[in-house]
């Protein structure tokens, strides 16, 4: 609670304190407001998400679910100008508070940041040269970042990274078998969704503390998605590895997949290296497969078979990959 005392030694006046936490996606921003009740604990005050879309739109609902806000934006699709909106109504719209620090979900770490830290242009730019381990995702990340601190510079900004919780897999496990240098450069597993990962170990932990203790596996699951063996609330392996590709079937992602078939696609077939990126981020996975939909609702609702050999390749592949983490 350092940032609180630090507003309050300013001299920032007597109200709530409050915190904003965003997840940025490829067309929207989730984020929630919480009150800082004491030193250790939160009250959820809105959540919403800034749709970044065709048509930009603000939602938001209180912690009961009383709808807050549901409107287009006046800004243009750029990052800076509709956050600089929400920005403008959670701190006008939903009574007068005051707004200590901004958090956020980034994707990947790498090796070096294992905790959330201050978000400082220095840092920012440490941050941005991993760019390349998480090409789609990571400006993703750090466009809200980058936007708030060009709105509001005094503003602390503190990140935390999706690859943090899986720093506990032992070496063996995240190593490929490249030759060495390689790992020395930071090519190894890595996996993702680690604070959805986290949140749920502590959850186990409190609502059964002996299960907690025991080897579980748990289950991220969405357009991206993932499994992840727990041992003691730690991660001790995942089906995600260098990149969000790796491990099961997702929405438009391909999943684990044969090198041999990316060698085919570049040496033999002259697809070009961004051609081939787009293919397996976002034209695999349930879209690649059934040619309909990446959204397992719509695939559900389906009669076409292409539909259900999607969902039986996933389920398929999510058992597989279940039974492998059970042996770990």
Known sequence: MELARQSRDKGAPMMRRSILALNAGSSSIKF??????????????????????????????????????????????????????????VQGEIGERNLICAGHRI????????EPVRLTPDII?????LTPLAPLHQPRSLAPVRAIAALQPDLPQVGCFDTAFHQTIDPLVRRFALPRQYEEQGLRRYGFHGLSYEYIAGRLSEISPIFA???????????????????????????????????????????????????????????????????????????????????????????????????????????REAAALANT
């Open 107 to 114: 994707v990947h770490g790498g090796s070096e940041f294992i």
């Open 213 to 319: 203790a025991k080897h579980t596996i748990v289950a991220h699951l969405g357009n991206g998605a993932s499994l992840c063996a727990l041992h003691g609330g730690k991660s001790i392996d995942t089906t995600m590895g260098f990149s969000a590709l790796d491990g099961l079937v997702m929405g438009t992602r391909c999943g684990a997949i044969d090198p041999g078939v990316l060698l085919y696609f570049l040496l033999e077939r002259g697809i070009a290296a961004e051609e081939l990126q787009a293919m397996l981020y976002e034209k695999s996975g349930l879209l690649g497969v059934s040619g309909i939909s990446g959204d397992m609702r719509t695939l559900e609702a389906s009669n076409d078979p292409r539909a259900q050999e999607a969902m039986a390749l996933f389920a398929f592949r999510a058992a």
């Open 32 to 89: 929630a407001l919480y009150d800082l009740v004491s030193s250790r604990d939160m009250q959820l005050v809105s959540r919403g998400t800034l749709d970044l879309g065709d048509k930009p739109t603000l939602r938001a609902k209180a912690a009961d679910g009383t709808g807050q806000c549901d409107r287009p934006l006046t800004a243009d699709k750029r990052h800076d100008a509709a956050i600089g909106e929400m920005l403008n109504w």
């Open 125 to 129: 730019d440490a941050i941005d040269k």
